[in-house]
């Protein structure tokens, strides 16, 4: 199953493309091994974008920058979830306005 979690260039801009992927196959729980499979690449060079975007993001170890990945992605779409919510409130509101009007004519 391909999964697309989010846009590397929108969401992980300090990092560059290579690590920016890397990280984020690293937060969906792929190992370096298997990523280095996947982009056939070395396993050396998955593990030196790794210590990248660690270095970058100054993290100590995978689960922080996992945590540091999540994060960047959740705030920049807080916002829209936000919205959805207050519009899914909205149409709440006015269908439950126009069920009393109906209901009391």
């Known amino acids: ?17 290579q690590e920016a992927n890397v990280a984020r196959d690293l937060a969906m729980g792929s190992t ?3 990523i280095a499979n ?28 996992t945590r540091w990945v999540i994060r960047r992605y959740f705030n920049k779409t807080e916002d829209a979830v936000i919205n959805q919510i207050q519009d899914t409130m909205i149409v709440f509101a006015v269908w439950s306005i126009s069920y009393v009007i109906i209901s009391l004519a």
């Open 1 to 17: 199953m391909k999964f697309t979690l989010f846009r590397v260039d929108k969401f992980l801009a300090p990092l560059s493309e």
């Open 32 to 34: 370096q091994k298997e």
């Open 38 to 65: 996947k982009r056939h690449k070395s396993p050396h060079t998955i593990n030196q974008q790794r210590r990248m975007a660690m270095e970058k993001t100054k993290s100590r170890n995978v689960a922080d920058l």
